[in-house]
């Protein structure tokens, strides 16, 4: 069973558009929700995380958004970047000490010049 | 400060070899955690060691099985490899063991399986 489940599997966006990946989990424990961008040959890296006690977060053209209610949550590129073409995940983890992410299956964007 | 690190970049075994990967932590970080990553897929967590101990474990067979060392160094062991191992491993670090500590990933080893 998949705990985090991540949309879309791709993903095409024109250079200064805005570019939504979408996650949804079912674990109410999960208390902590980073995103990561991985280029190809590359390990993924972390980009901004959010925790459930606020609804938004915002560093630079990235946001995420958080609905907890739903158990949701969205990252959000603003003027997006032939630069920011990479796959991106969705995790999640439980305020305990066991530093365990689960990981969606990832958003391949491409950004068109 | 030097980021995490893992050794070596591409490995190619054959069924039922045993293979040992490597990974150096980022400076200060004392967890170091292992994932499989399957092409198109999102990593998959195997386990976490915490000080030289297993701190937790994901749903992989005993033959998966590895080890930290006091300079908070890891090691991950396969043994016994099928066709279905092969895969990007990755090695992350962090702070320490807790659930919202941030995990700083290395660049991962392939591991082809033949």
Redesign the interface.
């Known amino acids: 069973q998949q705990q985090?489940k991540?949309s879309p599997q791709s993903l095409i966006v024109q250079k200064g558009g805005i570019s939504i990946i979408n996650c949804a989990y079912e674990n109410t424990a999960f208390?902590?929700f980073?995103w990561?961008q991985q280029f190809p040959?590359?390990?993924?890296?972390?980009l901004i995380?959010i925790?459930p006690d606020v609804s938004e977060k915002k560093e630079g053209r990235f946001t995420i958004s958080f609905n907890k209610s739903a158990k949701q949550f969205s990252l959000h590129i603003m003027d997006s970047q032939p630069g920011d073409s990479a796959t991106y995940?969705c995790?999640a983890?439980?305020?305990?000490?066991?530093?365990?992410?689960?990981?969606?299956?990832?958003t391949k964007l491409n950004v068109k010049p | 400060e030097t980021g995490?690190t893992q050794s070596p970049t591409h490995l190619i075994k054959t069924r039922g070899q045993q293979v040992t990967l490597r990974c150096s932590s980022q400076s200060g970080h004392n967890?170091v955690?292992w994932?499989q990553q399957a092409l198109?897929?999102?990593?998959?967590?195997i386990f976490?060691y915490y000080r030289e101990e297993e701190?937790?474990r994901?749903n992989f067979p005993p033959r998966f099985s590895g080890l930290q060392f006091p300079n908070y160094s890891s090691e991950l062991n396969v043994n016994a490899l099928e066709l279905d191992d092969s895969a990007l491993y990755?090695c992350?670090s962090?702070l320490?063991?807790?659930?919202?500590?941030?995990?700083?990933?290395?660049?991962?080893t392939r591991l082809t399986v033949l």
């Open positions: 985090v991540q208390d902590y980073p990561y040959g590359k390990g993924p890296a972390l995380a925790r995940f995790a983890s439980k305020r305990d000490n066991f530093n365990k992410f689960y990981f969606g299956s990832g | 995490v967890t955690s994932y198109g897929q999102g990593p998959q967590f976490q701190n937790g994901g990755l992350a962090s320490a063991r807790g659930g919202a500590n941030t995990q700083y990933f290395g660049p991962g």
